[in-house]
């Protein structure tokens, strides 16, 4: 299982940015692709979850309404993206996809793959 994130960035405030997750290894029916968020000092956090399983997507409260999680349509990239839309500076952090576990959780310690991350930067 190898997962690669990209498409972070530098951005102002109130800019967007789409992600990327792209998984080898396994099929989004096997897994389901965890995004998480590490900011300075701070615990990792769920940002978004989409499980093909069981058809659900998650998103954190912070961010409800500005992401929009989202599984490529053409199976052969085998990718997962985040769209994300109105960036603030407390958005600023590494970003990063996870998988192993069939449907969603917000917890970190519930997945078993990681990808190295793509930082985000968002200035004022």
């Known amino acids: 299982v190898h997962l690669v994130e990209s498409g972070g960035g530098l951005v102002q405030a109130g800019g967007s940015l789409r992600l990327s997750c792209a998984a080898s290894?396994?099929?989004?029916?096997?897994?389901?692709i965890g995004w998480f968020r590490q900011a300075p000092g701070k615990e990792r956090e769920g940002v978004s979850c989409?499980?093909?399983?069981?058809?659900?997507?998650?998103?954190a409260d912070s961010m409800k309404g500005r992401i929009t999680i989202s599984i490529s349509s053409d199976n052969a990239k085998n990718t997962v993206y985040l769209q994300i839309n109105s960036l603030k500076p407390e958005d600023t952090a590494v970003y990063y996809c996870?998988?192993?576990?069939?449907?969603?959780?917000?917890?970190?310690?519930?997945?078993?793959?990681w990808g190295q991350g793509t930082q985000v930067t968002v200035s004022s």
């Open positions: 996870a998988a192993g576990i069939l449907t969603c959780s917000s917890y970190p310690s519930k997945y078993n793959y």
């Open positions: 989409i499980s093909r399983t069981d058809g659900t997507a998650y998103y």
């Open positions: 290894g396994f099929t989004f029916d096997d897994y389901a």
